[in-house]
């Protein structure tokens, strides 16, 4: 059983830094991809950022520029570390992994949630 658990989220003045972590139970090297997405109150959840297990990373245009996702494979650790913050980067952002299997040419991807952590960008 797959358990991603984030931390570091909190309240924080615009342009203002902050470093959320998700910690996979597990070697997560197995994950073909692993990411955050956010969700802000009456809204749909969005993708902010992804890496691949190759390294290959990937950013919503809104936070290009100021939003770095990174992963630590000795730590079974994905970060993403959060410059410039504005208010509309107010939402619970939500850690992703994924594995995928081919079988008989068929791909498979299973995707894996952490609960989230609440980001509040406010003076």
């Known amino acids: 059983q797959v358990q991603l658990v984030e931390s570091g989220g909190g309240l924080v003045q615009p342009g203002g830094s902050l470093r959320l972590s998700c910690a996979a139970s597990?070697?997560?090297?197995?994950?073909?991809?692993m990411g955050w997405y956010r969700q802000a109150p009456g809204k749909q959840r969005e993708l902010v950022a992804t890496?691949?297990?190759?390294?290959?990373?990937n950013y919503a245009d809104s936070v290009k520029g100021r939003f770095t996702i990174s992963r630590d494979n000795a730590k079974n650790t994905v970060y993403l570390q959060i410059d410039s913050l504005k208010p509309e980067d107010t939402a619970v952002y939500y850690c992703?992994?994924?594995?995928?299997?081919?079988?008989?040419?068929?791909?498979?991807?299973?995707?894996?949630w952490g609960q989230g952590t609440q980001v509040t960008v406010s003076s």
């Open positions: 597990g070697s997560i090297s197995r994950f073909n991809a």
């Open positions: 890496i691949t297990s190759g390294g290959s990373t």
């Open positions: 992703n992994a994924q594995t995928r299997t081919m079988l008989f040419g068929v791909r498979y991807d299973r995707d894996y």
